[in-house]
């Protein structure tokens, strides 16, 4: 083998290196910012990030938007929508 043989190699080496390690950091990034923002469904988040990676960037964008989406906690909705139509009944 000679020297180009070799740097080539490695030079293989390190991309692959490089895009496994992208690969694993895109499918981690969605699951950590739902719980770094609190979110209530980190986990659901993360394994839709994860689901993301494997079909090659298909969920990617739904995991993403998902992460930095709050949903309205159902229980606060309820109240809400009751104190407002209470409001509108007024005889």
């Known amino acids: 083998?000679?020297?180009l043989d070799v740097f080539a190699i490695v030079i293989?080496?390190?991309l692959g290196l490089t895009l496994v390690g992208v690969w694993v950091l895109l499918g981690m990034m969605p699951g950590r910012i739902a719980r770094g923002r609190n979110h209530?469904?980190?986990d659901a988040v993360s394994v839709c990030g994860w689901w993301g990676v494997i079909t090659?960037?298909?969920l990617?964008?739904?995991a993403f938007t998902w992460a930095y989406y709050k949903p309205v906690d159902a229980q606060n909705a309820k109240s809400r929508d009751a104190a407002t139509s209470t409001k509108g009944d007024v005889s």
């Open 1 to 3: 083998m000679e020297f």
């Open 56 to 58: 090659m960037g298909l």
């Open 12 to 14: 293989l080496s390190v």
């Open 60 to 62: 990617l964008p739904v």
């Open 40 to 42: 209530p469904q980190a």
